[in-house]
């Protein structure tokens, strides 16, 4: 199955060379997913801008789509800066009118336009092929932060493509994102209730139903802790999670505990993946004490409050 993984600089400084490490990690489990890999990166906040990657269409001319698309936006969002790189535009705009507002109006310009990413800190970037490849088309190496989580792929049920591969955001809240190994075996039985509610599904991959989930939750006035811990109460079936927001990461384990997750933890970090053979790969020199993470079980990891007042 799946590969993820994930990193959380406990120390808050924000210059964690989160691109090299998510790089090392899933290198190292690439196997486990051959079909696609992706990363969610959250660096330094943008002040009142907000930071989107859109996924401009299927096919064709990526970066005239791009532009075509960044000059349509700026007719009701204060754009600062427009650039298209791959399959993405990404955007850095100020907007006061709500998220699922905003995220509504860019899709409903063209056919096959996703925001794959929205936030002050977070950008997700993923794609078909190897993390390598990624690297190759995105720099992901050069990216410095606080907190990432990776994912590499296996498609077992649905489609090999961009929309389907993770991580994937959560549809309505700012910085918040996913990755998630097994099978949610309520997922058709969730997503029906939640499309009765006119909520959009983008993909058939179950692992969606997690952002989705979570989004309602903390829309309804939870926080991403109590959002985990209905999570277990909720998904049937086997699977482990990592879910990151703006300051925040965190994991959680079903009952059954089939899908192995590795802990490693110092002073300074906390890392996460599928095998302990990553947290290996990513910090070879150093000395680090690891545990799984136990069944039904859900935990989070905090940037310190004094650091997370400049968020």
């Known amino acids: 199955m799946c590969g993820i993984v994930g990193f959380f600089d406990k120390t808050g400084s924000g210059n964690a060379p989160i691109g090299k490490i998510m790089l090392r990690m899933l290198e190292a489990l690439c196997r486990r997913g051959p079909d696609s890999a992706g990363v969610a990166l959250y660096g330094p906040a943008t002040n ?15 970066r005239e789509k791009g532009l075509q698309l960044a000059e349509k936006i700026r007719h009701f969002a204060r754009v600062h800066q427009a650039s298209v790189l791959g399959e ?16 509504k109006q860019i899709e409903a310009l063209s056919e096959g336009v996703e925001v794959v990413s929205l936030g002050k800190q977070l950008e997700i970037i993923k ?22 989580l990776g994912h590499t792929r296996m498609s077992t049920e649905s489609k090999v493509d961009l929309s389907h591969s993770q991580p994937f955001w959560a549809h309505g809240i700012a910085d918040l994102a996913s990755v998630h190994n097994g099978h949610i075996t309520n997922y058709h039985k ?32 939870m926080d991403l802790k109590d959002a985990l ?3 277990l109460r ?41 095998e302990e053979v ?10 680090i004490s690891t545990r799984e993470a136990p069944a039904n079980y859900s935990h989070t990891w905090s940037v310190p409050q004094e650091v997370a007042v400049n968020y």
């Open 48 to 62: 009142d801008a907000l930071v989107l990657n859109v996924k401009v269409g299927e096919h064709g001319d990526f």
């Open 88 to 103: 993405y535009l990404r955007l850095r705009l100020e907007w006061d009118q709500g998220v699922r507002q905003l995220q």
């Open 127 to 148: 794609q078909v092929g190897s993390p390598d490849a990624l690297n190759h088309t995105y720099g992901i190496d050069s990216f410095v932060g606080h907190h990432a």
């Open 190 to 221: 969730l997503r029906r209730q939640y499309e009765q509610r006119d909520i959009r599904f983008y993909t058939e991959n179950d692992s969606e139903i997690i952002g989705v989930f979570l989004a309602d939750q903390m829309e309804h006035g």
């Open 229 to 231: 811990k209905a999570s």
């Open 234 to 274: 909720t998904f049937d079936g086997s699977y482990s999670y990592l879910a990151a927001s703006a300051n925040t990461l965190a994991y959680a384990k079903d009952r059954f505990a089939y899908k192995p997750l590795v802990i490693g933890e110092t002073d300074e970090f906390v890392a996460l993946a599928t």
């Open 278 to 287: 990553a947290i290996r790969a990513a910090f070879p020199n150093e000395t």
